[in-house]
């Protein structure tokens, strides 16, 4: 079983749509959540840091649940600049608190 | 505030042979670590280095080493380059001491071996 695992996708929604993508890991004692974004050819740049208590910034909305050890995000009113591939990474408990990445979901909205 | 930077952006190189890649850190990052991004993959931590000692590593063979300068700024070596090493390598910087270790990433270096 993967540590980190996401849908891959790929979602196509148009212009203005509203997309969640989920996203859940196997180790309990993760102690940090974000979502990562990835252009094609191009380096993982930090979306969102994701908090216990969930958090928003504009159109991004992003919930964690330790409990069921799930992690989503929601995006709406889609840009076609939202179009890349998104990624669910959490962070070792240990000291070095290494990053585990999913494959990553991804995204194409269409005009 | 500057950027983590990474050279070469590009290398091609052959089995067998040797390749090191550089990395700087963002300005105020006392942390680095390196990733291996296959394609179609996320990211795979290589390991870590943390004033100037390594600082944890993932599930990658001895021939991958690295080093931190002073400066924060690092090194990741790999020897006897296999056709399977072909990915982006992805160098990261963060400080320990921050509470939510968010890692900002250079542009990568894309290694192809043939």
């Known amino acids: 079983r993967k540590e980190v695992e996401q849908d891959p996708g790929p979602f196509n929604v148009p212009e203005g749509a509203t997309v969640a993508f989920n996203c859940t890991y196997s180790?309990?004692?993760?102690?940090?959540f974000f979502w990562y974004r990835q252009d094609c050819r191009k380096e993982p740049k930090l979306l969102m840091s994701?908090?216990?208590s969930g958090n928003e910034d504009g159109r991004f909305t992003a919930q964690l649940n330790r409990a069921s050890q799930y992690i989503s995000l929601l995006i709406r009113d889609s840009k076609l600049s939202d179009s890349a591939t998104y990624l669910c990474?959490?962070?070792?408990?240990?000291?070095?608190?290494?990053?585990?990445f999913g494959s990553g979901t991804r995204l194409q909205v269409q005009p | 505030e500057t950027g983590v930077t990474q050279s070469p952006t590009h290398l091609i190189k052959t089995r067998g042979q040797q390749v090191t890649l550089r990395c700087s850190s963002q300005?105020?990052?006392?942390?680095v670590s390196w990733y291996q991004q296959a394609l179609g993959q996320g990211p795979q931590f290589i390991f870590q280095y943390y004033r100037e000692e390594e600082n944890g590593r993932g599930n990658f063979p001895p021939r991958f080493s690295g080093l931190q300068f002073p400066n924060y700024s690092s090194e990741l070596n790999v020897n006897a380059l296999e056709l399977d090493d072909s990915a982006l390598y992805l160098c990261?910087?963060?400080?320990?001491?921050?509470?939510?270790?968010?890692?900002?990433f250079g542009p990568g270096t894309r290694l192809t071996v043939l």
């Open positions: 300005s105020g990052h006392n942390t």
């Open positions: 994701v908090y216990s």
């Open positions: 990474v959490v962070s070792s408990p240990t000291g070095r608190r290494a990053l585990t």
């Open positions: 180790n309990s004692a993760s102690q940090s």
């Open positions: 990261a910087s963060s400080s320990l001491a921050g509470q939510y270790n968010e890692q900002f």
